[in-house]
């Protein structure tokens, strides 16, 4: 059984920080590429940030360049996001995704909310 499991949204000021994790399980962490999405109430989702199966490769949102860096663990199956400087537009409900050829897995989501 596939399981993707986010930990680590909340609540922050403006300019606060908060780091993201997703624990896998149930596939080989390592053959799948990894990507952060969000979703803001009305909105459609996006893709945050994505990192290839060696962590070498990644990209991101353009709003989110020099705040947030993705990065993963092939060792402990676990991706995750840090979030520095932190806007009010960035207030969403963040899930994590795995992803290789035609397989796709989602996670149930964590909810970050930025007041400011």
């Known amino acids: 059984q596939v399981q993707l499991v986010e930990s680590g949204g909340g609540l922050v000021q403006a300019g606060e920080s908060l780091r993201l994790s997703c624990v896998v399980s149930?596939?080989?962490?390592?053959?799948?590429?990894m990507g952060w999405y969000r979703q803001a109430p009305g909105k459609q989702r996006e893709l945050v940030a994505a990192?290839?199966?060696?962590?070498?490769?990644?990209n991101y949102l353009d709003s989110v360049k020099g705040r947030f860096t993705i990065s993963r663990d092939n060792v402990l199956s676990t991706v995750y996001l840090q979030m520095n400087s932190l806007k009010p537009e960035d207030t969403a409900v963040y899930s994590c995704?795995?992803?290789?050829?035609?397989?796709?897995?989602w996670g149930q989501g964590t909810q970050v909310t930025v007041s400011s």
């Open positions: 995704r795995a992803s290789r050829a035609r397989l796709d897995y």
């Open positions: 149930g596939l080989p962490f390592g053959d799948y590429v």
């Open positions: 990192v290839d199966t060696t962590g070498g490769g990644t």
